[in-house]
């Protein structure tokens, strides 16, 4: 694989390939193009990719402030290239090196700025991911728009997407919701950009590296779509925010650079975050996450007897258990959600919120008895097994 960049032919070499067995590449920086390093890597043996690719800018000169002092920006020879079919190409091939080591139900995140977000999203669809969501980072202190000519961009979007359209990727709606004083998490996340001690500088008081992200953006992406112990692939890894975030989550990361003074800047600044207690790790979790429950455990333990009636709410309809599980109703028989959307000319029902039982003169929806035997049963299983 050759990729043209500005002035640079770059030729991708292939590597031995990292056994599934050594677990020795978790919680590692691999120097070199993210191509080639990610061939070291088994396949499908990551749960989670964050992307910060080169943003191509496409730069005209220096950018300076109206005292006429040289402002910061993104000139680096990594992300220049010849045109657009040339990022393009790029673009590809990174994409096609993470979707052969991403999980099936795995995810991605790709940020980047109105110069090549679309270009991204149109590749990552081409090769079969699915999107999600698009989450703008709305910056709550951007650089100006020194030259007075264009808006002040103050915002830079990130794709979120699953590997396919299938794949039973991980969200954590409810600790989102938490994290958000009970709120959902909304699109729109208002952050402000890496300053301050956060920021990296050099021996010279220079920032390490012109685009370092803040950790509070990589804190909400990996705690919506990562658990403990899951892997989190960079695979341009630059100074490691998301690595140090993966540290403090409890997360395995695996990061790939090019430049050594990113890497040994990473290296550092992981190295000095202390790992954090498991038990602090736990988060809030809705009812999609509970164990599954058939009816029918509910009658092995004696929750519900057959020849017992339910009820919708407001006592309308009544249905009769039968011995396997399944509710008769007038002309209708079947599971506790077919004959709940039957006798209400639906195409569906959730059962456990339709059905209701009589306890102490007041009707109560079955799902309580769920949770009753989830109490009961499920933990008991769970300390058994520990």
Not at 60 to 84: I, K, N, T, V
């Amino acid at each position: 694989m050759s990729v043209q960049r500005k002035g640079v032919p770059f030729v991708a070499p292939r590597l031995p390939e990292a056994s599934n067995a050594n677990q020795e590449w978790l919680d590692t920086i691999f120097k070199g193009d993210c191509v080639a390093a990610l061939e070291r890597l088994p396949r499908q043996s990551v749960d989670l990719v964050f992307a910060d690719p080169p943003y191509n800018l496409q730069l005209g000169g220096d950018l300076h402030r109206p005292d006429q002092s040289r402002g910061d920006a993104c000139d680096d020879h990594w992300d220049q290239f010849e045109s657009f079919e040339a990022y393009d190409a790029f673009t590809r091939a990174w994409l096609m090196a993470v979707r052969r080591v991403l999980k099936p139900d795995g995810g991605i995140w790709v940020i980047g700025s109105y110069h090549n977000i679309f270009r991204v999203g149109a590749i990552l669809q081409d090769l079969g991911f699915w999107i999600l969501n698009d989450v703008v980072w709305l910056k709550s202190n951007p650089m100006p728009n020194f030259r007075g000519k264009r808006l002040t961009n103050a915002h830079e979007t990130m794709i979120w997407a699953s590997k396919s359209k299938d794949s039973k990727y991980t969200f954590n709606y409810e600790a989102l919701k938490t994290f958000n004083d009970d709120l959902q998490m909304r699109s729109d996340w208002h952050l402000p950009i890496c300053t301050g001690s956060e920021r990296l500088k050099d021996d010279d008081g220079q920032k390490v590296h012109p685009t370092q992200k803040p950790e509070s953006l990589l804190y909400r992406v990996l705690l919506a779509s990562t658990n403990p112990g899951d892997v989190v692939l960079d695979p341009f890894f630059g100074t490691g925010t998301t690595g140090a975030v993966a540290k403090k989550l409890g997360r395995h990361f695996v990061g790939v650079e090019r430049e050594q003074s990113y890497i040994d800047a990473a290296r550092q600044r992981i190295d000095e975050i202390d790992t954090v207690d498991p038990e602090a790790l736990g988060v809030s979790r809705g009812k999609r996450a509970a164990p599954r429950v058939p009816f029918g455990s509910l009658i092995d333990a004696g929750l519900v007897s057959p020849g017992d009636r339910l009820t919708c709410s407001k006592g309308r309809h009544e249905a009769k258990v039968r011995a396997d599980g399944s509710l008769v109703c007038g002309e209708h028989s079947g599971s506790i959600h077919k004959v709940g959307a039957a006798v209400q000319g639906l195409e569906a029902c959730n059962g456990w919120t339709y059905w209701h039982v009589e306890s102490s003169g007041k009707r109560q929806p079955i799902d309580t008895l769920r949770a009753e035997f989830r109490a009961v049963h499920m933990s008991s299983s769970s300390r058994s097994a520990a």
